[in-house]
């Protein structure tokens, strides 16, 4: 029993049995190599992860698909949206004013039983809106497309679509002045601004009519009234003077012939009224003369003074003198466009030639027709408006020649 020694048990290894023959193990060397172990991570908890710093997992197909769709929805709506804002942009433009600056007046006529297509290419001809199709469109928006009335209508650039649509349906007749004005030529010349011009021509522009419709009306027949107003007047000569100075009411449709026409009976009206045509025989004139001494009257008085005036110019027409008013040279000169001098050669230079010029220089007011057929009942042969606008007269040369020095030394200055 001595000998026999129990061998001891591997523990570790429960399958070691003590009969098994174990294999010679190897030595062990005295210094070993450490074992090199293969670094753990560190166990990190979900709230310190840097979620920035993680790598993006692949998004799956579907989803992307349905991200595209959605962009392409947005993008379409902005579309429509921005469609949408440029037409109504574009449609308000074209219903607004053609020229919101230009105030002049179109007499634009619309024929009874014009069809709506036709109403809104003849005011887009007339250049009063800016697109017929967009006239229709809002006519028919706002339920008035067959409401449009026929008529004389004036309208202006200045106006938008919607004004002129509801002048159109309203279908009132316009009406509208005509400002003549005494003392004014049928036209002017001179290089003075349109505002400060009171011609004839002028005043019609003004009124809204073309240089073509004036020149028509000026040159038109108006032989009805030979009998009348134009008694004695020579068949060569034109309306100047004839055309009496009056602010005149009338229709849309008015041409410049029916203007005149106004203005021709209001002449005869006042010439009437103060029977004139035998005050102008009692004076040595007939009506053409009386005119045309009134017009010069009217543009050397610029106050209460054409009674006196006449006075003078009848004194010296009777005596053969020379009338000597400077506005008859100065009126034929502006007339042909030559410059104004005191010595201009022709019968309408009254301190060249003594009479009556060979016609009217002017349209005479009404004070001024008078005048002539009832002149002051004073004797001067001499006058001058001074520069404080006041009338001098003088019976004597001397007398005449001490109001120049006393009161006329800037207006006496020959032009």
Not at 155 to 162: A, D, M, R
Not at 265 to 290: A, C, H, M, P, S
Request: with cysteine.
């Amino acid at each position: 029993m001595d000998e026999f020694r129990r061998k001891p048990v591997n523990r570790a290894n429960p399958q070691f049995r003590p009969d098994t023959t174990v294999a010679p193990q190897p030595a062990v060397p005295q210094n070993p190599e450490p074992i090199r172990h293969r670094p753990v991570s560190p166990i990190i908890s979900p709230q310190s992860l840097d979620t920035a710093a993680l790598p993006v997992p692949p998004q799956k197909k579907k989803r992307s698909v349905k991200k595209r769709i959605l962009w392409s929805l947005v993008v379409l709506f902005v579309l429509v949206i921005a469609a949408i804002a440029g037409l109504f942009g574009w449609y308000s433009y074209q219903l607004s004013a053609v020229d919101p600056n230009n105030k002049d007046i179109e007499v634009v006529t619309v024929a009874s039983g014009s069809a709506p297509a036709d109403i809104a290419e003849l005011l887009e001809k007339e250049g009063v809106i800016r697109n017929a199709d967009v006239f229709l469109w809002y006519t028919r928006l706002e339920g008035v497309q067959n409401n449009l009335q026929a008529g004389a209508y004036r309208l202006s650039p200045s106006e938008s679509t919607q004004q002129i649509v509801e002048h159109l349906v309203s279908g009132r007749v316009d009406m509208f002045n005509v400002t003549l004005y005494p003392g004014g030529t049928l036209i002017d010349t001179t290089d003075k601004a349109d505002d400060k011009k009171y011609d004839v021509t002028t005043a019609l522009k003004r009124a809204g009519y073309t240089q073509e419709e004036i020149s028509t009306g000026l040159a038109a027949d108006y032989s009805d009234y030979n009998n009348t107003l134009f008694q004695d007047r020579p068949a060569s000569a034109d309306l100047e003077g004839y055309i009496f100075g009056e602010t005149y009411r009338v229709s849309a449709g008015a041409t410049v012939e029916d203007v005149l026409r106004t203005s021709f009976d209001e002449f005869w009206r006042i010439i009437e009224e103060n029977n004139l045509v035998t005050k102008y025989k009692d004076q040595g004139l007939n009506l053409y003369q009386g005119i045309t001494l009134a017009s010069i009257i009217q543009r050397e008085s610029g106050g209460d003074d054409k009674a006196g005036i006449a006075q003078v110019f009848l004194s010296r027409y009777r005596i053969g003198q020379q009338l000597g008013s400077d506005v008859t040279y100065q009126y034929i000169a502006d007339k042909l466009g030559e410059e104004r001098d005191i010595n201009f050669d022709s019968p309408y230079n009254t301190r060249r030639y003594a009479g009556l010029p060979p016609g009217p220089i002017a349209s005479p007011g009404e004070a001024a027709l008078i005048s002539v057929g009832e002149p002051a009942t004073t004797d001067y042969i001499y006058f001058l408006s001074g520069d404080d606008d006041i009338t001098y007269f003088a019976r004597t040369y001397e007398e005449h020649e001490a109001n120049i020095r006393n009161h006329c030394q800037i207006k006496c200055q020959i032009l």
